[in-house]
């Protein structure tokens, strides 16, 4: 069956310093993979996506994602981070069946801010 | 472009009632899906609907049931709550729900069971 991990749940650093959210995956066949944001209060917002092609992701907010296969990861990371990052992150992988409709989600990675 | 909308964003119902969540995609986009966050399990995908039609279906239990409009606008209906269903239900909507089209998702109905 399909799953998501996302090994940390709570993660602190400091503001300028840089960021890695570990993501892994289970899936059968080639996946379609995803880095959503959550602020309290709010919806999911999409900071990029993995289809095919360049291994190496840039996304919106100087967030950048790279897609291992051998090690089935797609880790997000930040070379400075801002307060404004401070949010919930969750890795997704979709495309079963075809569809980008079923998403399945890790449970999140909470980041702190440091100043 | 309006985003997702989904109305109400509160709600608080007590065990045994029914209640219908709305949401209203994107224009132009005519897959919408709904998933269920809480603190215990996490989001979890309930259905997506495609053309009126359901295209997935989560894991999840009868008393929960969805519908689509001719105008992509899609209802969530939860039948005789329990405590457990106390959640945000989010809403997603895509071009088409295939291919390279990523989900953009509503900012949640906060359902409060008592």
């Known amino acids: 069956a399909q799953s998501v991990t996302q090994p940390d749940i709570h993660i602190t650093v400091s503001e300028g310093a840089s960021l890695e959210l570990r993501c892994n995956y289970s899936?059968?066949?080639?996946?379609?993979l995803f880095w959503y944001v959550q602020s309290p209060g709010q919806g999911l917002q999409l900071l990029l996506k993995y289809f095919s092609g360049d291994t190496l992701v840039q996304g919106i907010k100087g967030f950048e994602a790279e897609f291992k296969r051998s090690q089935s990861s797609f880790n997000l990371r930040k070379p400075s981070v801002h307060w404004s990052d401070a949010a919930e992150y969750f890795c997704?992988?979709?495309?079963?069946?075809?569809?980008?409709?079923?998403?399945?989600f890790g449970k999140g990675t909470k980041l702190s801010v440091k100043p | 472009k309006a985003g997702v909308t989904q109305t109400p964003r509160y709600l608080i119902k007590t065990r045994g009632q029914q209640v219908t969540l709305s949401c209203s995609p994107i224009s132009g986009h005519r897959s919408v899906s709904w998933y269920q966050q809480t603190p215990g399990q996490g989001l979890q995908f309930l259905f997506e609907y495609f053309s009126e039609t359901q295209r997935n279906k989560g894991n999840f239990p009868g008393r929960f049931s969805g519908r689509q409009f001719s105008n992509s606008r899609s209802e969530m209906n939860v039948s005789t709550l329990e405590l457990g269903d106390s959640a945000l239900y989010l809403c997603?909507?895509?071009?088409?729900?295939?291919?390279?089209?990523?989900?953009?998702f509503g900012d949640g109905t906060r359902l409060s069971i008592l």
């Open positions: 997704a992988v979709g495309g079963y069946g075809g569809s980008q409709g079923n998403l399945i």
């Open positions: 997603a909507s895509s071009l088409d729900g295939i291919g390279n089209q990523p989900q953009h």
């Open positions: 899936y059968g066949a080639t996946p379609y």
